[in-house]
């Protein structure tokens, strides 16, 4: 059973950072599609950011050169670096993988809203 732990999150103001960390256990699949989506509240769930098995990134409009995504392999840890915040970046944060988006498939962020596997969210508010 793959289990995905949220940490990281908290307030900070605007123009502020934070980075997101997301615990991996129950697999040792590398080929996992892996990513992060946000939900404001009364808002549609929004796609973040995606990383594939072999280091390819994609992100929203919206966070593209503030946030980056990374991976560390061997600690099973995900990433989302966040830098610039702003009001709107305000969301609780989930980390998601899925096996079926291998490959060249695990591209763009529209995927997160069909993977198997997600966390229990990192609230993030940006506040001033």
């Known amino acids: 059973q793959v289990q995905l732990v949220e940490s990281g999150g908290g307030s900070v103001q605007p123009g502020g950072s934070l980075r997101l960390s997301c615990s991996a256990s129950?697999?040792?699949?590398?080929?996992?599609?892996m990513g992060w989506f946000r939900q404001a509240p009364g808002k549609e769930r929004e796609g973040v950011a995606t990383?594939?098995?072999?280091?390819?990134?994609s992100y929203a409009d919206s966070v593209k050169g503030r946030f980056t995504i990374s991976k560390d392999n061997a600690k099973n840890t995900l990433y989302l670096q966040m830098n610039s915040l702003k009001p709107e970046d305000t969301a609780m944060y989930y980390c998601?993988?899925?096996?079926?988006?291998?490959?060249?498939?695990?591209?763009?962020?529209?995927?997160?809203?069909?993977?198997?596997?997600r966390g229990q969210g990192t609230q993030v508010t940006v506040s001033s």
């Open positions: 998601a993988a899925d096996l079926t988006y291998s490959g060249s498939w695990c591209y763009g962020v529209r995927i997160l809203m069909d993977f198997a596997y």
């Open positions: 129950g697999y040792t699949e590398r080929r996992y599609c």
């Open positions: 990383i594939d098995r072999s280091g390819v990134t």
